[in-house]
């Protein structure tokens, strides 16, 4: 049986947990598919945000935490490819 201070932190890890799952899926997807773009990031963060706002299903805390630690990627991913660039926001 978990500790008490393990059972209260399954929040963060799930946070982490999820935020690193999708920058290495974000990692990838740049490394391998030429057509993925900043111009699509950003379409998929908006979506994101969208998402996040359309709260009609009354999604669980494990959801809602997936969907903030997947938004935080997405804004860390685009700011580091912009960053590349020298904050040009196209190629």
């Known amino acids: 049986m978990p ?18 799952e999708t920058c290495t899926r974000l990692a990838i997807r740049r490394k391998t598919d030429p057509t993925f773009t900043i111009e699509e990031l ?23 935490i997936t969907q903030s630690a997947t938004i935080a990627a997405y804004e860390h991913t685009l700011a580091e490819w912009r960053a590349e660039r020298g904050g040009q926001p196209n190629p």
């Open 3 to 20: 500790d008490n201070a393990t059972s209260q932190n399954w929040p963060q890890r799930r946070y982490e947990a999820a935020f690193e």
């Open 42 to 64: 950003e379409g998929l963060l908006h979506t994101a945000y969208v998402a996040e706002g359309n709260n009609w299903t009354g999604r669980g805390a494990v959801h809602e």
